[in-house]
């Protein structure tokens, strides 16, 4: 899952990269031309609502009442589990920063 993130952080900077080395716009063009951010922001938006929409559609089509059950039984267990052992931790962490007093 590492190299994904690289890959997507290797492009946006050679986007960014190819925009530096673009040519030089008038001040114009620059005002009529929407910014790269903006396009970005718009391209990234666009992805999330058809990722979201899918995953959507992909549950819904897969509901299982038994199946939701069982994963909010086992959210429930594991955050209460996780709970636990973060105040186990905090406790160690704390006794060991005061010391023996």
């Known amino acids: 899952m590492g190299a994904r993130y690289f890959l997507v952080l290797f492009l946006v900077f050679l986007v960014l990269g ?17 910014s790269l951010f903006s396009q970005m922001q718009e391209s990234l938006f666009s992805y999330w609502d058809t990722a979201k ?21 086992v959210y429930s267990k594991s955050t209460a589990a996780a709970s636990t052992y973060a105040g186990i931790f905090t406790d160690q962490v704390l006794s060991l920063l005061a010391g023996d007093e």
Do not use: V
């Not at 190819?18 to 929407?34: H, I, M, N, W, Y």
């Not at 089509?61 to 939701?68: A, V």
């Open 18 to 34: 190819l925009e530096a080395q673009g040519t030089p716009l008038t001040q114009e063009d620059e005002a009529s031309r929407p």
């Open 53 to 73: 929409t899918a995953a959507q559609g992909l549950y819904e089509k897969t509901y299982l009442p038994s199946m939701d059950e069982k994963i909010r039984d």
